[in-house]
Structures are given as structure tokens and as C-alpha cells.
């Protein structure tokens, strides 16, 4: 696999990606690559939280891919990026609510780990039997682990990774003694498999899986923790006492919220990606068997997978952060195309009222990140008034009466959906993306 650097290299129709990152996001470091535009990404990327989480070497808190260019794309460009494919490789595996263990960080137990032990930082540690004293520092031995489990469980998943089951305490611990082989961790990870706790807390609880991806995006211009890549994460990193510290203008300068934890970013999705460092960066991790709006325990179903994504540049598409055309199923009710009958009814409304003409429209998803829910709605009626060139209070009016806004991730991540003119999405060059996923012909 090639790297790229100054010497140019043809971009690859089709690129297989199989390195991890130790959970940071460096644009300093050489990047994978090139793909073609237009090419595709094929990648195997590692289960994300909870295995890096009782892996203090790992400098994030998750463990994504490592990040790879795009031919011609350009700092002010975006990269619209079309999911065709998730496939979850994971036959089990465990998760819940957190509780950070005291002493063992250094303002962040995500990216600052200590040893308690011996005090060093970003340990290095063994596994010694199963449960959550199993991880321990290969220096002096000492429980090393960040995290614990307040509330947890450990879910099988059927044959056709349909469907997921909670099971009891003797499944749980068969399994943890074969973690990495259940959970197909990827032979570069360096994680140790969360199945090796062995919770048992929630048992017989039955749900179905629809995988998507928590991580998907450009490299931020500035050296970041990978699941700090976002408005809400960031912030934990203002003013920080650990070496990944920044200030708080530098969040919105440099971050690509790429740490969205959005449920709608699955198979048959579009992320339209800012490009913030030259040849962009694209990296991928952190999927997720299912989870429902706001990820409220904090964490979700962590798996290993196979991913395939398309990749196309938009020429001087500058924005400032995520632009998603989700699957229709995936629409708030208002924001969703009107039908036949629909458009039936409203233009007998618009003969009765002297309405002239009535708007061809499309969805479009504007992501919203910050410190609150409040702050990252704020932030995504800015990002679609920016975009578009319309007032915020247009905005507002859309979403209200033609959309939604609507939880990703608790505390400070928001989708805002509305419908737009089709004419606006041309006039930007990324109508016929919301054409090819709505089905809209091109006369619409």
C-alpha cells in the first residue's frame, strides 16, 4: 500500500485498508494512498470505545483507520463520501455505562491514561485472566485500566447479523476467553477485546442490528484525540492539563467533526465532508450494531466490520462541517419528499390561492455540533444559513414546518433536516447526490 508524499502518485481505483491509528489524528503524519477520485475505500475497521477504553495505549479513545488522500482534493474542497456497504464481522460483544476509574488519567481517561501503579502515561499493559482487573501495566503490574463498567451487558448476535441477545453470566465468560476470535478483532489492532469483562447486568433483552459508523470524515488540521473530533468531545480538550490540550477558537478552526456517533451514517448514506488539510484524509472506525437517537448511556454495540465507500471530490465546496443526504427511511416525516397524492393536493391548494409556483424540493442534513444540545443546534442553523445564503430564521421556519432537528449524540451532537429547493443544491453543485438518493429525476 502506498504512502503518499511529494512525489506524485496516481490515485487507486481501489484501495484496501487495513492500519490502525494508536487513537489520534495527525495531520503530520503520512497518510495512505492516494485514492482516486471517484475510487472506492474497502477497510476492516476495529470494534471503537470500549476496547481502546481499557487500553491505555491508546492515545483516543477509539481506534479507527488510518487516514488516507484523495487524489485532487484541496484544502476548501469538500469529499462526499457514499456508504455501499457495513458488514458487521463481530459475533458478540459487550458494552454499557461507564464509570472512570480515579487515578488513572490525567484529566481525561480517553486520551490521558496513567498507570496507577508506576505513574506512566499511555501504559502498556497485558491481560491476566478475565472481568475488569484483568488489564494490567506490563511495567509494575497494577490494575491499569481507565474505565469500568456502571451498568453493562454482553449481546450475541445471530448467523445473518440480524439480531442481537443479551446473555447471562456463563455465556458471557465462555466467550470472554475467546474475545478477540469472537469479536474478529483485526489483526492490527492493538486493543484489548471488551468481551473480556464478561458483563452480564441486562440478560434475555432481544433488539435488532442496523450498523452504521460513529467515525467517518477528513483529518482535522490540528493533532487530536480521534473521538475528541467533534463540537461536544472537543471541548474536553480546552485548556486541557495533558498534551493534546487547545484552546477554544482553535475547536471550530480546525476539528471535522468526524466523531458524530450519527445512527443515519449507514449503507446507502452520503457525508459530504469538509477538507481542511491537503488531500483530506479520509478515516473510518467506531461502528456500531445499532443505537438508538442520542447514544444516552454514552456507549452502544462496538463491532469489527468491513466497510466499502465511494469516494468524489466537490471542487471549492467550502464548508465547515458535515452535510449529510441520509436513506429515506432514515428522514424525519416532514423533511421526507411528497408523494404523488401529495404534490396532487398541494397543487389544487396552490390554483385555489393564486400560488404560482410551488418549490421542487429536496432534503438536505446539516450537522450541528457543540459543548450542549443547545450550542450544537445553534451550530447547525448557522452551518445551513452559511451554506445556503439564506437568514437563519428561513432556517428555523423549514425545520419547523419542512424537517426536524433532532439528536445524534447526547450531550452535543444534532442533525437539522429540512427541504430546499433543488435549485439551491444545484446552483452549490450536489443536487444530483440528492437526486441519486431520493430518486428524484432530473427534471425535479
Known sequence: MNRISKTEVRGATTLFVNQLTNGTLDPAQPMLG?????????????????????????????????????????????????????????????????????????????????????????????????????????????????????????MAFDEERQIGLTIGRAAAEGMACNASKVMAVPDNSIQHPILLFAPSDLVGVATRLRPFLGQLGT????????????????????????????????????????????????????VICPVKVPAGGIYMGDIHAMQGDGEIAGHTADVAGTVTLEVS?????????????????????????????????????????????????????????????????????????DFLGISIGQVKNRATIAGAIEIARNPGVVRVTFRVPLSMLDKKGIGHLARSVYNLRDGE
Request: hydrophobic share 35%.
Open 34 to 154: 492516494p485514492v482516486a477520485d471517484g475510487g472506492v475505500i474497502v477497510a476492516n475497521p476495529a470494534p471503537g470505545c470500549w476496547g481502546p477504553m481499557i487500553t491505555p495505549e491508546i492515545r483516543g479513545g477509539h481506534e479507527v483507520t488510518h487516514p488516507v488522500a484523495v487524489e485532487g482534493a484541496e484544502v476548501g474542497d469538500a469529499i462526499a463520501i457514499r456508504i455501499r456497504s457495513i458488514v458487521v464481522t463481530s459475533a458478540a460483544t459487550s458494552s454499557g455505562s461507564d464509570t472512570v476509574m480515579a487515578g488513572r488519567h490525567n484529566g481525561d481517561p480517553f486520551c490521558a491514561a496513567v498507570c496507577p501503579g508506576c505513574g506512566i502515561e499511555w501504559p502498556h499493559t497485558r491481560v491476566e485472566g478475565i472481568g475488569p482487573t484483568s488489564i494490567r501495566c506490563t511495567n509494575c503490574g497494577a490494575d491499569a485500566t481507565p474505565f469500568i463498567f456502571e451498568n453493562a451487558y454482553t
Open 313 to 385: 471530490v466537490l471542487k471549492g465546496l467550502t464548508i465547515d462541517g458535515p452535510i449529510l443526504f441520509t436513506v429515506p427511511e432514515d428522514l424525519p416525516h416532514l423533511a421526507r419528499p411528497l408523494n404523488e397524492e401529495e404534490l396532487r393536493r398541494a397543487q389544487s391548494l396552490a390554483k385555489t390561492h393564486g400560488v404560482e409556483v410551488i418549490e421542487k424540493d429536496a432534503p438536505i442534513t446539516f450537522v450541528g455540533s457543540g459543548r450542549t444540545l443547545n450550542d450544537a443546534t445553534d451550530n447547525g442553523l448557522q452551518r445551513a444559513a
Open 219 to 270: 483529518s482535522p488540521s490540528k493533532l487530536i484525540p480521534d473521538s475528541h473530533n467533534a463540537g461536544d468531545f472537543g471541548h474536553f480538550l480546552v485548556d486541557a492539563p495533558h498534551a493534546f490540550s487547545i484552546s477554544k477558537d482553535e475547536i471550530a478552526t480546525h476539528i471535522t467533526d468526524g466523531h458524530l456517533d450519527d445512527n443515519t451514517v449507514r449503507e446507502g448514506a452520503i
